[in-house]
């Protein structure tokens, strides 16, 4: 580990009286060897020399073979402890993590009128934690003024550290602003104090105002700057550091190399990090997780693979790496994969595993996979932080399970704006639009300021309840009564609000007023809107006005051919399907997962490739059958192949999510929810089938199609047919 600070000047021992056990003292090696020693001076009377007894005390509080419990036991038998014995015993509890002792022992000490020295304070503050400077740390400065110690420069930099560890940075950079700035190590303990609080540009600021002093840097400093600069992705602040490095020719060393690969892998600049990676001497775990993450986060991810497997070894911080990569480049099941490859060594994960897992889980919608997590959280007391506690949550609502979303948000200790916002925004897409507008007032009478993210929530769950007018409340209360101005994703969920509810000129004249220019996805709502409510013309403005902004959009062709044959006019949609082929348009292939058994089952329209394909097929046809018998009869409304009516009938018998129903079916006990995520939105014909399937078979269907979710029970859906 790289040290911060430089330690205060070594206590210096009283001069030696010659004794032959002294020499003895000094060359010890173990704590066997001290109490022999102990014990021969015990037998010849020479235990209360100060001299032995400071010895004795040293080494069980400074040597790394040191026992603090045979420390204490020596202390509690001198009368009267010197300074240099009270400072050591502090040092050693320092050393060792035990500050509450430290300072605990540091009153013991004001209480036998001993007062302090230049060593004590820096020996007490050093190494402090959080918990701890929290607790005495205001007072312990109070008593360095009290004693005159506040020009102390060790003692200035353990306050300068304590108060960063505090969240207090400004306290922290009061007293750094009256240092004399000589020192290096007051700097790079003040960089680190704004790199723990993530004010990164501070730590940038303050290196450029070192820069201009005649301080020279060191490679703690060089490591700190570079550190702040990954976080910015600030190449060209990283640069000029690294110039230090050559230029000053600091002594590269493992931590610093890591940071200048680190750098550079954040700044997207992977050849300069691999020459690096490539010329170290050594490389240690961190110097490929580096490597890993920069190629992870430029979207190579196979490149980041490589590089995986090649690792001589892996900690958990290296699997999260390769995980993210997978998320970011929407590979989840592959992610789910590595999981289970890091579960088979025994590699244990860390609350930033999980949360990357549960992302993962939440996207596929594998809620048992999500449960074991939740399951290893509370057996394994992985820390269970906001973050843990956000995600769950997240999980909980993109699998459908709204119950266990609720209750994991009531006992989580500690809730931020991001866990209200997960709330509405999951009640929202769940189909429970006044629950969610309900929880934003509780929110709001918590005084929690809401932010861009919980207004879409809001406005989504006004989407989904068909609640125009409080939509309408709710969108201006967001500039008058919070000063946020809406953004693009704002004036998307105006126009899906006014469109689904029909008001399709309003919707129109959103678009038009929007102070910036709508994106595809605003228009992509008006289409949505004008295929519910069968108006063509409508629908031939927005798909022109997206197809401009992204002529490749085959969902945009394809849902005005379902328009156009919604409206049975099919010479424009003939002439539509000929652009698509002109113009090599292929159809997105309607996608359906659904988890079963812990494995994560995937269908596309008309699949036969799964091992299960005979068993599927016929439970799909005794489905139909039963489903006939029921009333049923197929909605083909939406099928705008130019083909037989029989077939189209067909066409829509074999859509991914009835694949899906039907697996489930043969897969599960009775009374087990189907739960099924579809990349598309859920069409018309197979919304009836997931009705009728839920109540003829006595199943809760849960779909979250691309829109949505839709709970089926009994025959209803909670989207009330409004999607």
Same mark, same amino acid.
């Not at 007023?513 to 809107?529: F, R």
């Given at each position: 580990?790289?040290?911060?600070?430089?330690?205060?000047?070594?206590?210096?021992?009283?001069?030696?009286?010659?004794?032959?056990?002294?020499?003895?003292?000094?060359?010890?090696?173990?704590?066997?060897?001290?109490?022999?020693?102990?014990?021969?001076?015990?037998?010849?009377?020479?235990?209360?020399?100060?001299?032995?007894?400071?010895?004795?005390?040293?080494?069980?509080?400074?040597?790394?073979?040191?026992?603090?419990?045979?420390?204490?036991?020596?202390?509690?038998?001198?009368?009267?402890?010197?300074?240099?014995?009270?400072?050591?015993?502090?040092?050693?509890?320092?050393?060792?993590?035990?500050?509450?002792?430290?300072?605990?022992?540091?009153?013991?000490?004001?209480?036998?009128?001993?007062?302090?020295?230049?060593?004590?304070?820096?020996?007490?503050?050093?190494?402090?934690?959080?918990?701890?400077?929290?607790?005495?740390?205001?007072?312990?400065?109070?008593?360095?003024?009290?004693?005159?110690?506040?020009?102390?420069?060790?003692?200035?930099?353990?306050?300068?550290?304590?108060?960063?560890?505090?969240?207090?940075?400004?306290?922290?950079?009061?007293?750094?602003?009256?240092?004399?700035?000589?020192?290096?190590?007051?700097?790079?303990?003040?960089?680190?104090?704004? +790199? *723990?609080? /993530?004010?990164?540009?501070?730590?940038?600021?303050?290196?450029?105002?070192? %820069?201009? =002093? #005649?301080?020279?840097? !060191?490679?703690?400093?060089?490591?700190?700057?570079?550190?702040?600069?990954?976080?910015?992705?600030?190449?060209?602040?990283?640069?000029?550091?690294?110039?230090?490095?050559?230029?000053?020719?600091?002594?590269?060393?493992?931590?610093?190399?890591?940071?200048?690969?680190?750098?550079?892998?954040?700044?997207?600049?992977?050849?300069?990090?691999?020459?690096?990676?490539?010329?170290?001497?050594?490389?240690?775990?961190?110097?490929?997780?580096?490597?890993?993450?920069?190629?992870?986060?430029?979207?190579?991810?196979?490149?980041?693979?490589?590089?995986?497997?090649?690792?001589?070894?892996?900690?958990?911080?290296?699997?999260?790496?390769?995980?993210?990569?997978?998320?970011?480049? +929407? *590979?989840? /099941?592959?992610?789910?994969?590595?999981?289970?490859?890091?579960?088979?060594? %025994?590699? =244990? #994960?860390?609350?930033? !595993?999980?949360?990357?897992?549960?992302?993962?889980?939440?996207?596929?919608?594998?809620?048992?996979?999500?449960?074991?997590?939740?399951?290893?959280?509370?057996?394994?007391?992985?820390?269970?932080?906001?973050?843990?506690?956000?995600?769950?949550?997240?999980?909980?609502?993109?699998?459908?399970?709204?119950?266990?979303?609720?209750?994991?948000?009531?006992?989580?200790?500690?809730?931020?704006?991001?866990?209200?916002?997960?709330?509405?925004?999951?009640?929202?897409?769940?189909?429970?639009?006044?629950?969610?507008?309900?929880?934003?007032?509780?929110?709001?009478?918590?005084?929690?300021?809401?932010?861009?993210?919980?207004?879409?929530?809001?406005?989504?769950?006004?989407?989904?309840?068909?609640?125009?007018?409080?939509?309408?409340?709710?969108?201006?209360?967001?500039?008058?009564?919070?000063?946020?101005?809406?953004?693009?994703?704002?004036?998307?969920?105006?126009?899906?609000?006014?469109?689904?509810?029909?008001?399709?000129?309003?919707?129109?004249?959103?678009?038009?007023?929007?102070?910036?220019?709508?994106?595809?996805?605003?228009?992509?709502?008006?289409?949505?809107?004008?295929?519910?409510?069968?108006?063509?013309?409508?629908?031939?403005?927005?798909?022109?006005?997206?197809?401009?902004?992204?002529?490749?959009?085959?969902?945009?062709?394809?849902?005005?051919?379902?328009?156009?044959?919604?409206?049975?006019?099919?010479?424009?949609?003939?002439?539509?399907?000929?652009?698509?082929?002109?113009?090599?348009?292929?159809?997105?292939?309607?996608?359906?997962?659904?988890?079963?058994?812990?494995?994560?089952?995937?269908?596309?329209?008309?699949?036969?490739?799964?091992?299960?394909?005979?068993?599927?097929?016929?439970?799909?046809?005794?489905?139909?059958?039963?489903?006939?018998?029921?009333?049923?009869?197929?909605?083909?409304?939406?099928?705008?192949?130019?083909?037989?009516?029989?077939?189209?009938?067909?066409?829509?018998?074999?859509?991914?999510?009835?694949?899906?129903?039907?697996?489930?079916?043969?897969?599960?006990?009775?009374?087990?929810?189907?739960?099924?995520?579809?990349?598309?939105?859920?069409?018309?014909?197979?919304?009836?089938?997931?009705?009728?399937?839920?109540?003829?078979?006595?199943?809760?269907?849960?779909?979250?199609?691309?829109?949505?979710?839709?709970?089926?029970?009994?025959?209803?859906?909670?989207?009330?047919?409004?999607?």
């Amino acid at each position: 580990m790289l040290s911060l600070a430089s330690p205060p000047p070594s206590l210096s021992l009283p001069p030696i009286q010659e004794h032959p056990l002294i020499p003895r003292l000094e060359s010890c090696k173990s704590m066997d060897q001290l109490k022999q020693i102990h014990s021969h001076t015990i037998k010849i009377g020479l235990l209360a020399n100060p001299i032995v007894q400071n010895r004795i005390i040293s080494f069980c509080c400074t040597h790394e073979n040191g026992d603090m419990n045979y420390a204490c036991q020596v202390f509690d038998e001198i009368p009267k402890p010197s300074n240099f014995v009270w400072n050591t015993m502090i040092k050693g509890y320092s050393r060792i993590d035990s500050h509450r002792n430290g300072v605990s022992l540091y009153l013991d000490m004001l209480k036998n009128d001993v007062k302090p020295d230049n060593y004590t304070f820096p020996f007490l503050l050093k190494g402090f934690k959080r918990d701890v400077a929290l607790e005495f740390g205001k007072e312990l400065h109070c008593h360095a003024v009290k004693f005159g110690f506040e020009s102390n420069l060790f003692v200035q930099n353990g306050l300068i550290s304590m108060y960063s560890l505090c969240g207090e940075i400004d306290m922290a950079r009061g007293i750094f602003d009256m240092c004399c700035k000589d020192d290096v190590v007051t700097w790079n303990v003040m960089f680190s104090g704004y +790199n *723990r609080v /993530k004010q990164y540009d501070e730590t940038k600021k303050l290196f450029s105002e070192m %820069e201009r =002093k #005649p301080v020279l840097p !060191t490679s703690v400093t060089i490591v700190l700057v570079l550190s702040a600069c990954s976080k910015l992705k600030d190449l060209e602040v990283g640069k000029r550091v690294h110039r230090y490095v050559t230029e000053s020719k600091i002594e590269p060393n493992l931590i610093l190399e890591n940071a200048l690969i680190d750098m550079y892998a954040a700044c997207g600049e992977m050849d300069v990090a691999l020459d690096t990676f490539n010329i170290m001497k050594k490389k240690d775990v961190i110097s490929w997780t580096s490597i890993v993450m920069g190629f992870a986060n430029k979207g190579q991810v196979d490149l980041a693979r490589d590089y995986f497997d090649q690792m001589p070894e892996r900690d958990s911080v290296s699997w999260t790496a390769m995980i993210d990569g997978y998320l970011h480049v +929407n *590979r989840f /099941k592959e992610a789910l994969t590595l999981f289970r490859e890091m579960q088979t060594l %025994e590699i =244990k #994960p860390d609350e930033f !595993t999980i949360v990357s897992i549960l992302t993962a889980c939440a996207h596929l919608g594998a809620l048992e996979l999500g449960e074991w997590i939740k399951t290893y959280i509370d057996k394994n007391k992985v820390k269970n932080d906001t973050f843990v506690g956000n995600a769950l949550v997240d999980m909980y609502f993109k699998c459908g399970n709204v119950e266990k979303a609720r209750r994991v948000f009531s006992e989580m200790p500690r809730i931020d704006k991001y866990s209200w916002t997960a709330m509405i925004v999951g009640l929202a897409n769940n189909g429970h639009g006044e629950e969610a507008l309900e929880l934003f007032s509780r929110m709001l009478r918590a005084s929690i300021r809401p932010d861009d993210v919980t207004y879409v929530g809001v406005l989504c769950a006004c989407t989904h309840t068909g609640l125009v007018d409080e939509g309408r409340k709710f969108f201006a209360s967001m500039t008058t009564q919070h000063g946020i101005e809406p953004n693009v994703a704002h004036y998307g969920c105006m126009v899906d609000l006014l469109g689904r509810a029909g008001h399709l000129k309003e919707a129109l004249e959103v678009i038009k007023n929007m102070p910036m220019k709508p994106n595809s996805i605003v228009w992509g709502a008006l289409l949505g809107a004008c295929r519910v409510h069968r108006d063509a013309e409508l629908a031939e403005l927005a798909a022109k006005q997206i197809l401009e902004l992204d002529p490749n959009n085959g969902a945009v062709y394809v849902l005005l051919c379902n328009i156009y044959a919604a409206c049975n006019r099919w010479d424009d949609l003939h002439q539509v399907r000929k652009l698509m082929s002109d113009r090599g348009i292929k159809k997105i292939p309607g996608c359906s997962l659904i988890e079963m058994n812990g494995a994560v089952n995937e269908f596309v329209a008309g699949d036969q490739s799964h091992p299960q394909t005979k068993e599927i097929y016929s439970k799909l046809d005794e489905m139909t059958s039963d489903l006939k018998l029921a009333g049923y009869f197929p909605d083909i409304s939406e099928v705008f192949l130019d083909i037989a009516e029989e077939d189209k009938e067909s066409t829509v018998y074999r859509h991914s999510e009835k694949l899906a129903m039907a697996f489930g079916l043969i897969n599960s006990g009775p009374a087990v929810t189907i739960r099924i995520v579809k990349n598309l939105r859920m069409c018309v014909d197979c919304h009836r089938v997931a009705k009728l399937v839920s109540k003829l078979y006595d199943r809760q269907v849960i779909v979250r199609d691309k829109t949505r979710f839709h709970h089926f029970r009994r025959g209803s859906c909670s989207c009330n047919d409004y999607w």
